[in-house]
């Protein structure tokens, strides 16, 4: 990857840009919109939204105004958990897309694998929204579909009954927690991974051994953190507001970590996750 402009190839052959803007906390509104537009003013070409996020109306405005073809950009949405179910999630498709006034989105993700209240039965409910998936896939609504949060004993029942594969499997993915087992599984299964919460929210950016690795590159911990995700093979969703930090957070192109550097960030301590657990988002 050379650009933020290059992209990862998925399984049916549609191109995803390889690292997109985050935008979980960011407020629906005007600055949501200077955000997506500062982002791909600095050659973003991959917004990453969702219904939990509160934001795609402003996701699809920035999208609509940003100056550039629609299908230059790049846009993901993610169905909130408690819409899953197959009318449930046909339903929900469509406030998302009159949401963002787009005629098509690139892809749809499952936010979470089980839903609020269906903890016993939640590998058939998975199913049935999945099924919705695949729907909106043949129908052309979608370009790609996928998952996210899903770990392996979550994926497992449902490739046994899907009729098209998930394509993307969005995690949380840093320095601090590192998730191999799904990872290598999806790996193994042709799945291109995202990475959320790329710069560990913010902690542990002042690090001695970041800021080192960074100063070796002139770089900042946050820019050392996307490019490690990227080495490893992910998608990173970088976020922020701030145009400069956007910018900044996507100029990881011209340096490259060694495997020096790459062993030892992968070995700084474990912080655990920083998000819920997927069998815990949703208590019954």
């Given at each position: 990857?050379?650009?933020l402009q290059d992209c990862y190839?998925?399984?049916?052959?549609?191109?995803?840009?390889?690292?997109?803007?985050?935008?979980?906390?960011?407020?629906?509104g005007e600055t949501c919109v200077r955000a997506v537009k500062a982002a791909i003013e600095a050659g973003y070409?991959?917004?990453?939204?969702?219904?939990?996020?509160g934001n795609e109306a402003s996701v699809g405005k920035a999208v609509r105004e940003c100056g550039l073809p629609r299908e230059q950009i790049f846009v993901t949405s993610k169905l909130r958990n408690v819409n899953q179910g197959y009318k449930e999630t046909k339903a929900a498709f469509e406030v998302t897309m009159k949401e963002l006034g787009l005629e098509y989105?690139?892809?749809?993700?499952?936010?979470?694998?089980?839903?609020?209240?269906h903890k016993q039965d939640w590998q058939e409910h998975s199913y049935q929204t999945w099924r919705a998936f695949e729907e909106?896939?043949?129908?052309?609504?979608?370009?790609?579909?996928?998952?996210?949060?899903?770990?392996?004993?979550?994926?497992?029942?449902?490739?046994?009954?899907a009729k098209i594969m998930p394509m993307v499997n969005q995690l949380e993915l840093h320095p601090g927690y590192h998730q191999d087992e799904i990872v290598k599984f999806c790996k193994e299964k042709g799945m291109v991974i995202e990475a959320?919460?790329?710069?560990?929210?913010?902690?542990?950016?002042?690090?001695?051994?970041?800021?080192?690795?960074?100063?070796?590159?002139?770089?900042?911990?946050?820019?050392?953190?996307?490019?490690?995700?990227?080495?490893?093979g992910f998608l990173p969703l970088p976020k922020s507001v701030n145009?400069?930090?956007?910018?900044?957070?996507?100029?990881v192109f011209d340096?490259?970590?060694?495997?020096?550097?790459?062993?030892?960030?992968?070995?700084?301590?474990?912080?655990?996750?920083?998000?819920?657990?997927?069998d815990t988002i949703y208590p019954d």
């Open positions: 990857m050379n650009s190839t998925l399984p049916n052959g549609v191109k995803i840009p390889c690292v997109g803007l985050g935008t979980y906390l960011t407020d629906d070409r991959h917004i990453d939204t969702a219904v939990a996020y989105l690139d892809l749809y993700l499952i936010h979470w694998p089980i839903a609020r209240g909106l896939y043949e129908e052309g609504r979608v370009r790609a579909i996928g998952i996210t949060n899903f770990l392996t004993y979550h994926l497992q029942p449902l490739l046994e009954r959320w919460s790329p710069m560990m929210q913010g902690k542990q950016m002042q690090h001695p051994l970041l800021i080192e690795i960074g100063n070796k590159y002139g770089k900042t911990p946050a820019q050392v953190c996307v490019r490690w995700s990227l080495q490893n145009p400069d930090r956007i910018r900044q957070n996507g100029d340096f490259s970590l060694t495997d020096e550097d790459m062993k030892a960030i992968s070995s700084l301590e474990t912080i655990g996750r920083l998000g819920p657990h997927p």
